[in-house]
C-alpha cells in the first residue's frame, strides 16, 4: 500500500464511512461488473505452486479489499498473473470512486484524482482488451462527474417539475435504500394505467399520484413511488423518488445503480406522443451529463423481466437510444 493509499484509508472519517459501505462495496463493484467487467478467469496453471486460482481481493470488501488490490499491483502478483492486472486496476478505480461523501471534498478529490489515472492507464494499456477499455471510458466519463454532489444532481437536470407539483405525499426513507454507488443503468418503463393518454396537467398530475399510491400501498409498500422520474403524454417531466434514493422498478438488485423513468401511459396499445418522447430523448441525455450513465445502457423494463413493459411502441424508441 503506498503512502496515499494509507492516507486515504486511514482518515477518521473515512474510517467509518469504510464501515458504513463495507456491505455496499462488493455489491456495487459487483453491479459494476455489468458488461463492462470481466471476473478474471482462474489460471490454468495447477503446476505452478505459487500461482493462485482466484486474484486475492476477491470476497473482501470496503477498505480492506483497496488495500489488498493496492499490495497486490506492488507486488510479484502482476508477474506471477497478468491477466488480472487490469482487472485489479479497474477495481481499484471503481473503490476509489464509489467510496463519497463525509471524507471531505478534498479527500474526494484525489480519490477521483487517483481513480481517473488508473482508469487512463488501462485505456492506453495495449493488452487491455474491449471489455476493459470501455470499462475504463465509463469509469473516467464518472469520474469527471462524481465531483456533482448526489443531492444536487437533480438540480442540474432542466424542466423537472418538482414533487410537490403533483402534490406527492411524503416519502418513508425506512423503506428505501440511500443510493451509494455510482448510476450504471437508465430503465424506462409504462405506467400502463387506463385512459392516460391525455395531455392535461391536472390529469398527469393525477395519474402520477395514482402510480405512487400503488407503489406505497400495503400490497407493495415501497417508501416512494419507486421511478425517479414520469414522464406524461405532454412532455412535461415531474419528480419521481429523488435520486438520493436507490428506485424500486426493476426487481432486487437490478435497481442498484439503476435510473427509473416512467412514461404515463399503455404503450401495447396506444403510440408514446411526440412531445414525451422528446422530454424522454433529453431526460436521458441530461442524465448521461450528469450522472454519467452512458448511453448504451438505457433499457426497457423488459431487458430485466418477463414483461411486456414498457410496451411494444415504446421499447422501439428506448432500443434507438442505444
Ligand atoms: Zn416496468
Not at 411486456?308 to 411502441?313: A, L, Y
Request: charged share 20%; net charge positive.
Amino acid at each position: 500500500m503506498d503512502a496515499i493509499t494509507h492516507a486515504l484509508a486511514r482518515a477518521p472519517k473515512a474510517r467509518l464511512q469504510a464501515c458504513l459501505l463495507a456491505s455496499g462495496l462488493l455489491a456495487l463493484l459487483g453491479a459494476c461488473a455489468g458488461p463492462g467487467y470481466t471476473t478474471p478467469s482462474p489460471h490454468p496453471g495447477a503446476g505452478h505452486p505459487r500461482t493462485q486460482s482466484l486474484p486475492p481481493w476477491i470476497g473482501l470488501t470496503g477498505w480492506k479489499r483497496l488495500d489488498q488490490i493496492e499490495g497486490w499491483l506492488n507486488s510479484n502478483g502482476p508477474v506471477e498473473n497478468p491477466k488480472w492486472i487490469n482487472p485489479a486496476r479497474l477495481a481499484l478505480a471503481d473503490g476509489f470512486l464509489n467510496i463519497e461523501d463525509a471524507s471531505g471534498e478534498q479527500l474526494q478529490a484525489r480519490r477521483r484524482e487517483r481513480a481517473k489515472g488508473l482508469y487512463s492507464t488501462v485505456s492506453t494499456d495495449l493488452k487491455a482488451t474491449d471489455q476493459e477499455k470501455e470499462h475504463a471510458a465509463h469509469g473516467l466519463r464518472r469520474a469527471d462527474s462524481s465531483g456533482i454532489p448526489r443531492s444536487q444532481a437533480a438540480a442540474q437536470l432542466t424542466g423537472v417539475l418538482p414533487r410537490s407539483a403533483w402534490g406527492a405525499r411524503p416519502a418513508r426513507p425506512n423503506d428505501m435504500t440511500p443510493a451509494s454507488g455510482p448510476w450504471n443503468w437508465i430503465t424506462v418503463h409504462h405506467s400502463a394505467l387506463s385512459a392516460t393518454d391525455g395531455t392535461a396537467r391536472n390529469r398527469a398530475a393525477h395519474d402520477v399520484r395514482t402510480v405512487q399510491n400503488g407503489h406505497m400501498g400495503a400490497s407493495r409498500a415501497y417508501g416512494d413511488v419507486g421511478y425517479h422520474f414520469l414522464i406524461d403524454a405532454g412532455g412535461r417531466v415531474w419528480q419521481g423518488r429523488e435520486l438520493r434514493w436507490q428506485g424500486a422498478h426493476a426487481g432486487g438488485s437490478n435497481n442498484e445503480g439503476n435510473i427509473g423513468i416512467c412514461l404515463l401511459g399503455d404503450f401495447d396499445k396506444i403510440r408514446p406522443t411526440r412531445a414525451a418522447l422528446s422530454s424522454l430523448d433529453r431526460l436521458v441525455s441530461d442524465l448521461h451529463r450528469v450522472t454519467g450513465v452512458p448511453y448504451g445502457r438505457v433499457r426497457g423494463h423488459k431487458h430485466w423481466k418477463s414483461t411486456n413493459c414498457p410496451g411494444k411502441h415504446l421499447e422501439d424508441h428506448v432500443s434507438r437510444l442505444r
